[in-house]
């Protein structure tokens, strides 16, 4: 039995998730990408490979296209998503300070104060 995932409509089917992650040292960012979305926008038939993708995205923390994606299993039983992923031509309608970048913000001052797990 072969694995077949390479369109956005395979992963939606499948119920894989994908998750972008800012390669830019000292960034860190990553979130989990709305496939449903990228579907509406992209087509279920657009490829899913890191070279289809990956030029469609930026970091909404430092604004680099260096990205790279992340495959995961039963993305259903997520506890939601994490809004950090920008595609043009949409920048208008993103806040100036995504969810995302709070918890790293406060993971790193916890981290400054001598506890490493943000508590």
Known sequence: MSL???????????????TA??????????????????????????????????PLLRCSKCGSRKIGIRISAN????FGTQQGWLMPPKISDISAKQPLDRAIDRNRNAADHGNPEGE
């Open 4 to 18: 077949k995932v390479e369109t956005i409509g395979d992963l939606i089917d499948g119920d894989y998730g994908l």
């Open 21 to 54: 992650c800012c390669e830019v040292g000292g960034c860190y960012n990553s979130a989990d990408l709305d496939l449903e979305a990228l579907a509406r926008r992209l087509g279920r038939d657009h490829s899913a490979m890191h070279d289809a993708l990956t």
């Open 75 to 78: 993305a259903s039983q997520k």
